[in-house]
């Protein structure tokens, strides 16, 4: 099982799965029920009806277990599982999927004959409330399909927050009705860079692409089905040439400016005055409106040189009391701590232990991302056939490494959790992104769900491996990359670790 | 609705479709009641339970009624939906749902409250057996996810069969235990043109990807479940450089090749002698026993030139006959009927006219796919900004315009039916797959299922729209490709009309 539960007792014999198994439905578990059957159903052809002839799955909330902890009992004779909320029984119900064929995860029945489960009893309870995933859909657009997909691929590894970044230098995804330019004409770019940006390649072919309204709502409510909150992140106010490009008024000093095309920190942002945060605040709005959940990303990062910080903390600290005012928390980068982070913000610590002790320490809620242990866009080992290496070294085995917990050890009651980022300017579909994200995408949601370090890791990856191929995903082999998975036309820029340490000790040394 | 029914007669009021909504089941619809309730409970809440406590939806069998027709009855007091057999009960379900608002066909709820179906009573039934569409994942390859998601949309069009252009020069798809190195080597390329042969142009990057048997086995469960029939076709004996490439023995003569990396015909193909007879003998065993359907496609067409064309029928008619030993039909494109083809064989008729009529008259089943009407990888207008603009002008009203009966008028019982072709050169992904496939299939789908010539269709294609929208689909907009759909990258080849006709008549003068 992956990620490993608390607590895993193996009995005698087996239940048997079929078409006559039915499945008896706590109060408050409909919603499970439904996904439950929705999975296995097409891919068993065990449909799970209330009224089954068979044996029975039952299902049902106890009080005593802790949140989104449950207890599977497999025996002979029955399937029991509990969980102290219905994320807890979702979890559990993860877990009973590992405990059938790889196949169960497949959308249609590729054997005949029942299945076996084997008896074993299984207490399970989450390390982290915060498991997360950032996805950036504004380096390269994902089209909505593929977003429910990895929303599944999450799901599967008991995470549950996907971060998704909405807006970028190279291209505005979020449709904001009061500024509908925002997608219009900062929805796409005119061409993308081929590797990375020091070496100045380009395909002379458009990208771009954006979500509706109503897209949104199904993205939010398909998460939540599953347990995922859909953390939105409007990145402000650096990284925003794509606005720009749709709206020069919100930085009349660069002149008019396209959505940018190269990878890399744009020179240009919306200016810093009242009338750029009056049009934060609407998008914020729109924001609010579409997600209702409890955090929103500002980004707050890297903004344009030649901004005052002054200048910038004021415009922040207003963003954050904007959506305060929506009853919700800011969600932000760490460069927010540069000079002090409003209160009750949430950082997003992705520059090493310095910035998430300095921010636990100020009292932020955290949520750790270091780049070199989570940036999944980093390459994956020396090789220089590693499509698009770029970053560090980062293995599977350097993310199962991660300890959140290690990085603020005197305030551990700050750390939410953790995620992984996939920055995706050299991911230009889920081809790309399934490479790069899996099965490193395994070992850390087994440090935010169990804790790293278990000696068995590697044997119970290999199990899972089988799992990712019938969920189709085109995961990275041990081996390195298949033949069609290199880039030899985009080549990268890898970097040295003790190179990127200094470089991060030097960038965030004033916090 | 869009086919459009053969009668469509309005009531009074409006069903309510809602979380109470009861589902009564028919024998032998099981399936089409998991697939319905699939649909439409994450789509709209309403789970359709067997025990539900408000008004019905009654699936049943009405053996009066025609093979894949329907009889669905919508009054303010229930839905009665039966069907000459479950294929007709599921094409009278894609109907029901045409006739629920658009955010029917998404995966999570968009929207609060119940959903209204207004009274009518639809019959109906298919024009034509075949309803299919070509598509080709040797050029691309196409993961299986997408594959799934492209069946969905074919079913949601009452299209019913899938032909599956699994192998050819570019690339080698289908899994074959006994010859591994088709896949492993077949299975990719060094690099692919970008933007029509003309011109040359190479973009230095790998392309590959193979399925699974097990991949295989659930498209086709996948697709059955929907009333799709898989139609693999193995191309053959021409179309084969990638099988040349993993067995070079196949075609001693040549050398070592690679997997081809240019479009265009190949030099290159295996030899044509027993053993390598005895190789595609091999190779549709193992097709035969992954896909259980009727038809199986064996390609013969666009030989090596310097094959003896009696060389080459003696060929093709060994492996029909080593088919019907399996109890298949052989499918294959036009080419076989140069000097004879053999008896049973079914032509899929892409050349014109005058290879309908030949094959009609020699006595053959026909599945209409003529070039000029049907080939969805032709440009969309005469816009330069069309992606990839190559052969002649196909709007979607061409498409409307495109009647099989006239093709072979004095042999109308030999027509099966049609299908469209996707041809995936430059149709790198499902993003642009999407964009040269729809809205054009809406039209044939409704010449196979209904006929063409209705003055209304214009109408109620831009009804559909948002449908196809709902279901996550980047059609062709009317006013052109939006600008992240150019590929001004990738320079086409357009054609003229009289051009290709006068090309096709030099080509088909023999037949």
């Known amino acids: ?145 593929d977003v429910l997909r990895f929303i599944d691929l999450l799901a599967a590894h008991k995470l549950n927050v996907l971060h998704l970044h909405l807006t970028d230098d190279q291209g505005w995804r979020f449709p904001v009705e009061r500024y509908p330019l925002l997608t ?28 509706t309204a109503d897209d949104i709502r199904e993205i939010v409510a398909y998460a939540a089905a599953r347990f995922v909150t859909v953390v939105p992140e409007i990145d402000l106010p650096g990284h925003t040439q794509a606005a720009v490009a749709a709206y020069p008024w919100l930085a009349p000093g660069h002149g008019p400016v396209g959505v940018r095309t190269g990878w890399g920190l744009s020179p240009v942002g919306i200016d810093l005055t009242e009338e750029t945060l ?96 989570t940036y999944l866009d980093y390459r994956q080992s020396e090789h220089p056939d590693e499509p698009v290496p770029v970053g560090t070294v980062l293995t599977v085995d350097d993310v199962y490494a991660f300890d959140p917990a290690a990085l603020a050890p005197d305030h551990p009651e700050r750390i939410l959790g953790a995620q992984c980022n996939v920055w995706t300017e050299h991911m230009p579909g889920t081809r790309a992104v399934d490479y790069m994200v899996f099965p490193r995408l395994c070992a850390l949601a087994e440090v935010v769900w169990s804790a790293g370090g278990r000696a068995d ?24 990359p298949l033949p069609w998975q290199r880039r030899p036309d985009a080549p990268g820029w890898p970097r040295a670790r003790a190179d990127r340490e200094s470089e991060l000790d030097a960038l965030t040394r004033g916090i």
């Open 184 to 211: 219009e004409v900062g929805g796409w770019r005119a061409e993308s860079m081929v590797g990375s940006r020091q070496h100045a390649r380009t395909d002379g072919r458009p990208h771009g692409g954006h979500y």
């Open 457 to 480: 890791f590697r044997d119970r990856l290999a199990e899972h491996l089988p799992r990712l191929a019938a969920m189709g995903v085109e995961y990275r082999p041990e081996s390195g």
């Open 278 to 373: 009056a049009f934060c605040r609407d998008v914020l709005d729109e924001v609010c409106a579409l997600f209702p959940g409890e955090y929103i990303g500002i980004g707050g990062d890297e903004c344009p040189p030649g901004q005052p910080l002054a200048d910038r903390r004021r415009f922040v600290r207003a963003l954050v009391e904007h959506l305060a005012g929506h009853g919700r928390r800011a969600y932000a980068w760490d460069e927010i701590l540069e000079g002090g982070a409003p209160r009750g913000v949430i950082v997003a610590a992705w520059r090493g232990p310095g910035v998430t002790r300095a921010a636990a320490g100020a009292g932020h809620d955290v949520v750790a991302c270091p780049d070199l242990s």
């Open 1 to 145: 099982m992956l990620p490993v539960p608390r607590s895993v007792t193996w009995g005698a014999g087996e239940f048997e799965l079929d078409a006559a198994t039915g499945l008896s439905v706590g109060e408050g578990l409909d919603g499970v029920a439904h996904w439950l059957r929705g999975e296995l159903g097409p891919a068993l052809g065990c449909w799970l009806s209330p009224a089954g002839t068979g044996r029975t799955i039952a299902l049902a909330l106890d009080p005593g277990l802790p949140p989104s902890g449950y207890l599977l009992v497999v025996t002979r004779d029955g399937i029991t599982l509990l969980g102290g909320d219905p994320a807890g029984v979702f979890h559990g119900a993860q877990t009973l999927r590992q405990l059938l064929p790889p196949a169960s995860y497949r959308r249609a029945p590729v054997a005949d004959g029942p299945c076996r489960v084997p008896a074993v009893t299984v207490r399970d309870a989450p390390r982290y409330r915060w498991r997360g995933c950032m996805l950036d859909v504004a380096r390269h657009f994902m089209p909505r399909a």
